[in-house]
């Protein structure tokens, strides 16, 4: 993953569908700690930099099942809330940009 030197995607955990206002949009929860987007159905994807690049990052540190984004919930008009055992929720008005 060239946004995040030296990391290797392990395994995908969980997938969701983005809001209604979101067509096509999908979105997949990853370990180490990060998380996909699809804007075309999964024909394409790119990395949620917001999550990936977050500033609390340095302190993440595996749990018994890795760093697994575990739950994704998509609201309406760019509100989306990501879960980790091992770091807690993040929660993003834009899209996941921040």
């Given at each position: 993953m060239k946004d995040l030197p030296g990391a290797t995607l392990k395994r995908t955990w969980h997938i969701a569908p983005g809001a209604a206002d979101e067509h096509g949009v999908v979105y997949v929860g990853a370990d180490p700690g990060v998380l996909f987007r699809s804007p075309d159905h999964g024909q394409n994807w790119e990395l949620?930099?917001?999550?990936?690049?977050?500033?609390?990052?340095?302190?993440w540190t595996e749990g018994g099942g890795g760093m697994m984004v575990h739950s994704i919930q998509c609201l309406s008009k760019g509100r989306l809330i990501v879960g980790m055992s091992v770091a807690g929720s993040f929660r993003s008005t834009d899209g996941g940009q921040t």
């Open positions: 949620v930099t917001g999550l990936s690049q977050h500033p609390s990052r340095s302190q």
